[in-house]
């Protein structure tokens, strides 16, 4: 009995695989011959061909036909080899040129809006000077033209103190009944009243600094205030004494 499991053993160990080891290597060897490719031709020169060259679509608008011309003639000029650099600067300066133009649109706009605002704020004092003079003429005789002559040459509005001074006299001449004052009348009518008046000469005088002054709308200083007020204050001081 023990020679018989003796031999089993034996017969076991015998037929059991061996670690480490089987029937052939893990890696394989290629052996099969290689074949050596030549290239026959330049591999460069071989993509030049003409299906592989790609035609550039020209644009069809008229500012894309100028963009290119544009990024044409820039690298012409530069002789950049780039076009895609030469397309990037002429968009850059298309942007440039868009903003100048619409800070250009935006300044005439607010100068329009501010031309149109002064002019409306000085129509608006004139009005209101037209307005003011109006109602002086309809009451000169109620009028102190003394105290308005002195406001306005303290203000330095001497082209005002002027037609003060004017009025003034309009006042006294009209007072001796040596003229009909209206409204509406102009000087030549006062000068053809005062044709056989010995001051009418002076009147005559008078009347001119006021119309180039006042109608002229030429702006004096103190020293031509001065001369042309003193015109009038010694007209008036000979009609009222």
């Known amino acids: 009995m023990k020679r018989y499991l003796l031999a089993f053993i034996l017969a076991f160990i015998y037929m059991a695989p061996v670690p480490g080891q089987d029937g052939g290597d893990s890696l394989r060897i290629d052996r099969s011959p290689v074949e050596k490719r030549v290239f026959t031709e330049n591999p460069q020169q071989k993509y030049q061909g003409e299906e592989y060259t790609y035609e550039y679509e020209a644009a069809s ?10 990024v044409q003639k820039l ?9 895609q650099k030469a397309a990037d600067i002429t968009d850059f300066a298309l942007k440039v040129f868009y903003i100048v133009i619409i800070l250009a649109v ?33 009451n000169i005789h109620v009028t102190d033209f003394q105290a308005l002559v002195r406001q306005a040459v303290a203000e330095k509005r001497y082209r005002e103190a002027i037609r003060y001074h004017y009025l003034w006299l309009l006042k006294e001449l009209s ?42 709308e030429f702006e004096i200083d103190q020293l031509q205030y001065t001369n042309a007020a003193g015109t009038f204050s010694r007209l008036i001081t000979s009609v009222a004494g």
Do not use: C
Request: net charge positive; glycine share 4%; hydrophobic share 40%.
């Open 61 to 70: 608008g008229w500012f894309s036909r100028f963009k290119e011309w544009f």
């Open 75 to 83: 690298m012409d000029l530069f002789r950049m080899e780039s076009r």
């Open 106 to 138: 935006i300044y005439f706009i607010i100068r329009a809006i501010i031309n149109r605002e002064g002019r409306w704020i000085f129509r608006r004092n004139t009005d209101r000077s037209i307005i003011v003079a109006r109602d002086i003429e309809n």
């Open 175 to 216: 007072e001796r009944a040596l003229i009909t004052y209206d409204v509406e009348k102009t000087n030549n009518d006062y000068q053809a009243e005062l044709q056989q008046h010995p001051i009418g000469r002076d009147f005559r005088y008078a009347a001119y600094l006021y119309t180039y002054i006042w109608y002229g």
